[in-house]
């Protein structure tokens, strides 16, 4: 599917991710974001993203955590993908460290949308093989396509 090809772009994937706890990994992924205009207040934006996960954490399991963020000053759809290699505390609900982080963003007036987006991410991370190519990755053209080949799972 062309989504993940749109969404996500190499420049957006981090694979060696330094973080050890969730509000720097999400400071992290989110100043890949820096020079976009999508993100006109790169503050602002982690401020609600580290909001959102102050109030639920995001770390959904078997390694994974998805921070996200619907604001309405945020201009178009935003995916970054962050891998650990040493692991992430992530307060997750399998109380496992993370390895994958992927961080998406909508603009506030697209609701339904932020929630199809989140739905497509957590299909395709609940997947074994897609989370251990992931893993394996080397680096963020390898991200892509992992992301591309497995789209049908989306």
Do not use: Y
């Not at 993940?4 to 973080?19: C, T, Y």
């Not at 401020?47 to 078997?62: D, F, H, M, P, Y």
């Not at 603009?107 to 929630?115: E, I, L, N, R, V």
């Amino acid at each position: 599917m062309e989504k993940w090809g749109r969404l996500l772009r190499e420049s957006n994937i981090l694979v060696n991710m330094q973080a050890r706890r969730s509000f720097d990994a999400i400071r992290e992924l989110a100043a890949l974001f820096q020079d976009d205009a999508a993100v006109p207040d790169l503050k602002k934006f982690v401020a609600g993203l580290i909001r959102r996960e102050k109030q639920s954490s995001t770390g959904v399991g078997n390694g994974v955590a998805v921070p996200h963020l619907n604001q309405a000053d945020i201009r178009r759809q935003l995916l970054a993908v962050g891998i650990s290699r040493q692991g992430i505390e992530f307060n997750a609900v399998d109380g496992q460290p993370v390895h994958i982080v992927t961080l998406l963003a909508t603009p506030g007036k697209h609701q339904a949308q932020h929630m199809e987006l989140l739905a497509d991410v957590a299909r395709l991370l609940k997947n074994e093989g897609v989370r251990q190519a992931l893993l394996e990755a080397e680096d963020a053209a390898r991200v892509l396509q992992v992301f591309k080949d497995h789209s049908h799972l989306s």
